[in-house]
Structures are given as structure tokens and as C-alpha cells.
């Protein structure tokens, strides 16, 4: 019972892993003793990350733009060529658009379904040779995908493409965890309310009433984040796919 919940020398890969919600997991991951890769477009915030969470723990920053297949195959031999096996996938990189309906570009929908739904499918792909040597009997390598509570139900805010990723991205780890078993379960983790870049306009303009609206009556905390993603990628976790559970303090789930 002692290492139910550990992670301790598991190889982890966080996209989007800069900050936000991926850094909450990557910061969790390294501080329990995971090797842990982060991703991002920016180069620098990679090496900025890196270096703050090496100082508890272990990680490595490594720059990809995983719109298109092609960076999600470059990303994914970089990890190759480092590593042998990787035990954890977090598809968390991700965007938003919000426009009216009659306003709504062709390049806010693209953007937002390559970045968020395309990435995630075409990276695991490439990855899956590091997923299946890391398996072990017991304790199979795991992908977990970052959804959205706006996955599950329709959000206030006109944000169409995203909205429509979420809940396509859950559907797909449904899919891959039934394709995947059993030596690699697809769970999603669906986020409510978090301080993030992504949530910093919605939270500043309508924090009370979000916070009015949830059961526990606050936003979400990184060790809430960091908890969820930990219990999947560990023992405990081992005998969950294809499951999608909202993070969110019962703002979805008693709607």
C-alpha cells in the first residue's frame, strides 16, 4: 500500500507542460519522483520551466508546435531518442476561440481542432513504441488526455470549436482505450475552473458568480490538478480506461 500511489521513476511526458494545467501535472509528476519532459511552442518557456521544477525533482523541456503531424512526429523522436520507454502521455497543449456564431472564422475552428484533437491523436500514435515497452504486467503505460467540463455539457461562453474538441477528445480516448488495452489505458481528466492564462479573462470578469455556481465553493488548486493526474498515472489507477473524470468540484456532475 505504500507505493500504490507512486510514480516514483516513471518517465512522463506533459504537452503544454509550461503552464496552466500542465504545469500543475508536470510540477506534481517531478516533485514525485517522475522524469518528466514538458512541452511548448516557446523554446524559452521550456528552459524557464525545466529549470524551476529541476529543483525539486527531474525535467527536461523540449519546444513542439503539435498542430501538425509532422511536429508531433519530430517531438515524438526527440523523446526516442532519449528515452528507450515512456510510462505516461499528457496531451494537454491546447487553445480556445471564442467569437458569435455569425463571426466565427475558419481559423479559429482549424486552430482549435488541430491543436487540441488532431495533436493528441497523431502524437500518442507516434508514440506508442515507447508506451508499449514501458508496459509491465500490472502496471500498464497510460495517456492521459486534458478535456473540459465544456466537453460535457454546453458552456455559457460562444466558443464553438472548443467546446466541440472537448468533447470529441473524450470520445477518442473512449476509443483508443478500447484499441490500446490492455497494455495502455486513455483516460481523460475534464478541468473545471483553474487559474490559467486560457481562464485568466473568463475568471477575471465572472469569478463570483463561477464560484457562486460550484458545490465546493472555490476554484481549483494545483495540488487538485497534480492529485487526479498522480492517482491515474500510478498503481492505483491501473484498472481505469476509457474513463472521463471532471475535475471541477461538482460544477458538471450536480448541474
Not at 507512486?6 to 503552464?19: C, D, H, Y
Not at 497510460?142 to 474538441?165: C, F, K
Not at 473545471?192 to 469569478?207: H, I, V, Y
Amino acid at each position: 500500500m505504500q507505493d500504490l500511489f507512486s510514480i516514483r521513476g516513471k518517465i512522463a511526458l506533459v504537452t503544454g507542460g509550461t503552464r496552466g494545467i500542465g504545469l500543475m501535472i508536470a510540477r506534481g509528476f517531478a516533485e514525485a519522483g517522475a522524469r518528466v519532459y514538458v512541452s511548448s511552442r516557446k523554446a524559452e518557456a521550456c528552459a524557464e520551466t525545466a529549470a524551476a521544477l529541476s529543483k525539486n525533482g527531474e525535467c527536461v523541456g523540449l519546444a513542439a508546435d503539435l498542430q501538425s503531424e509532422a511536429e508531433c512526429l519530430r517531438l515524438a523522436q526527440e523523446i526516442a531518442s532519449r528515452e528507450s520507454e515512456l510510462h505516461i502521455l499528457v496531451n494537454n497543449a491546447g487553445t480556445n476561440w471564442g467569437a458569435p456564431l455569425a463571426e466565427f472564422p475558419e481559423s479559429g475552428w482549424d486552430k482549435v481542432l488541430n491543436l487540441n484533437l488532431k495533436g493528441p491523436f497523431f502524437l500518442t500514435r507516434a508514440l506508442l513504441p515507447q508506451l508499449e515497452k514501458a508496459s509491465r504486467p500490472g502496471d500498464p503505460a497510460r495517456v492521459l488526455n486534458v478535456g473540459s467540463i465544456d466537453g460535457l455539457s454546453v458552456p455559457a461562453l460562444e466558443t464553438y470549436s472548443y467546446s466541440a474538441s472537448k468533447a470529441a477528445l473524450h470520445h477518442m480516448t473512449r476509443v483508443l482505450a478500447r484499441k490500446l488495452a490492455p497494455r495502455i489505458t486513455v483516460n481523460a481528466i475534464a478541468p473545471g475552473p483553474f487559474e490559467s492564462k486560457m481562464m485568466a479573462a473568463t475568471l477575471d470578469q465572472f469569478r463570483d458568480v463561477i464560484v457562486a455556481g460550484c458545490p465546493m465553493g472555490r476554484i481549483g488548486e494545483p495540488e487538485d490538478m497534480a492529485g487526479v493526474a498522480i492517482y491515474l498515472a500510478s498503481r492505483a489507477g491501473a484498472y481505469l480506461t476509457g474513463t472521463v473524470i471532471p475535475v471541477d468540484g461538482g460544477i458538471s456532475t450536480t448541474r
